[in-house]
């Protein structure tokens, strides 16, 4: 399953050019402004992870694989596995890119740019990634097409709603944050911080409860067959 999806996105050309622009963006980024300019290979995530599994299921070509000795949650963690095996792919050949282009381009910039720092950045844009990808993979579950983007944007938009300042409503939000939209500061979490641990625990249980989710709600879904 992991293959098939490798097969499918690297497979589609558009896609490639989309994830070749935003390599080529984010080692400008990394020659122009150092180690921020990396952030902007989180968005590659996106591209990769939307419509996991609705396109699968509106093309028909789930109800094709599934007819096979193939389970369900093999299907769905095989999509998941693909989607990061995917993501890392793209970051080592950004970083690649960045090290040849810096270092030719601008040596001043090398030490930002150092085989250390960009696994470093690479290996924190990855964990990064890898939790909006389980949400994605939760939504694709059961909603059409790239809807799960919406959904995941309205949950981002409704769990940062303003509420005022030291009332019940905020003090629920912050902890709906902290605990389904957890932010780990990962390069805090790597020198044993206490609050950056706490948050990658809750990073961790949060990620489990996503991929949990998806695995029931798809295990009990009845699928259309032929095109929605």
Do not use: C
Not at 74 to 94: E, N
Not at 97 to 107: I, R, Y
Not at 148 to 162: E, F, K, N, S
Not at 201 to 228: H, I, K, M
């Amino acid at each position: 399953m992991a293959r098939r999806f490798l097969r499918q996105k690297f497979g589609s050309p558009g896609l490639v050019a989309a994830l070749g622009v935003l390599a080529l963006i984010g080692t400008l980024g990394l020659a122009r402004r150092g180690a921020n300019g990396f952030s902007i290979a989180n968005w590659a995530i996106f591209v990769l992870a939307a419509g996991s599994v609705s396109r699968d299921v509106s093309s028909g070509a789930l109800q094709m694989i599934l007819s096979r000795p193939i389970r369900r949650t093999q299907y769905l963690f095989g999509r998941y596995v693909g989607i990061l095996v995917a993501f890392a792919l793209f970051l080592a050949f950004t970083s690649l890119l960045a090290f040849v282009v810096v270092h030719l381009g601008a040596p001043g910039a090398a030490a930002e740019v150092s085989p250390a720092r960009l696994a470093r950045l690479a290996g924190e844009t990855f964990l990064s990634g890898a939790f909006p990808a389980a949400i994605l993979l939760f939504f694709s579950t059961f909603l059409p097409g790239i809807a799960d983007l919406l959904g995941l944007l309205i949950l981002y938009i409704v769990l940062r709603l303003p509420a005022a300042s030291g009332s019940a409503l905020a003090r629920a939000a912050e902890a709906a944050r902290e605990n389904i939209l957890p932010d780990v500061s990962w390069s805090e979490a790597w020198t044993g911080r206490g609050a950056a641990l706490a948050a990658a625990g809750r990073w961790v249980f949060a990620l489990t409860v996503y991929l949990a989710l998806a695995t029931v709600v798809f295990s009990r879904r009845e699928l259309p067959y032929g095109n929605d």
